[in-house]
């Protein structure tokens, strides 16, 4: 096995943690009428000048 191999594993369990909602959080939004959909167009995505920006 490569020691500096990189651990996805303890990436995406990070990932996960950050960024997917949790069951709970996506109870909570239902409860106000949110989905999280309604979530995902709420913000338009980022034009081109924003990403280069960015």
Known sequence: ????AFNWDR???R???EWVPSEDDAEELADGGLTLAD???AV???GEAE????
């Open 1 to 4: 096995m490569i020691d500096d």
């Open 11 to 13: 990436f995406l369990r």
């Open 15 to 17: 990932w996960q943690d």
């Open 39 to 41: 979530l995902a167009v």
């Open 44 to 46: 338009p995505p980022a």
């Open 51 to 54: 990403i280069a920006a960015a």
